[in-house]
């Protein structure tokens, strides 16, 4: 039997997500909290938006690469296209994949990944640091508030303010505003 090489990345992919799932206890979802950086690890989770109330999601049902994220009702969260997982990739970062497609990763497009209010996508997995990001709790806010980051322009995972609801990096104020608070809440699997 002859293996392409994208079918092997999501054979790998795919087995590391039996790994993490078969190696974490669930518990609402959200486990494994690291005591310096309290950086989720996320099973079946949508990330909610503090301003709007609402999650990311995969639009379309869509499972390819270059499909700009939304946001929507949490409401329904047994649909596998709100549905994320983390990835720790090392040195405090992690990736977010959605349930639907283990072989990609929320991305910011390159070359934009460095300019602000450029929106985010889903893309194959390529471990760019356009793919990584920095969960850090928000002080003085409810636990379970983070501000997101994305490694390589530094910018945070905000909305867009013209009511259009897309996720897009943007800079990171001092005092986070609720556009760039996001909530990890557990899904259904």
Not at 101 to 110: E, S, T
């Amino acid at each position: 039997m002859r293996i392409t090489a994208n079918r092997l990345w999501q054979l790998v992919r795919t087995i590391s997500v039996i790994s993490v799932m078969s190696s974490i206890a669930l518990t609402a979802g959200i486990t494994n909290y690291a005591a310096a950086d309290t950086i989720p690890t996320i099973t079946h989770g949508l990330i909610e938006n503090v301003e709007y109330g609402d999650c990311l999601y995969v639009p379309n049902s869509s499972r390819s690469s270059g499909t700009f994220l939304t946001l929507t009702s949490c409401a329904n969260r047994s649909n596998s296209f709100s549905q994320w997982y983390s990835y720790s990739v090392g040195n405090g970062r992690y990736s977010l994949n959605p349930a639907s497609n283990a072989a990609l990763c929320m991305d910011v497009p390159g070359p934009y990944d460095q300019d602000p209010f450029e929106r985010i996508e889903q893309w194959t997995c390529n471990g760019g640091l356009n793919q990584q990001l920095y969960f850090q709790h928000i002080s003085g806010t409810p636990a379970g508030q983070y501000q997101i980051t994305i490694a390589s322009g530094g910018l945070c995972l905000d909305t867009d303010a013209s009511g259009a609801r897309w996720p897009l990096q943007n800079t990171c104020p001092p005092v986070s505003d609720p556009s760039q608070r996001w909530i990890i809440l557990p899904g259904n699997a």
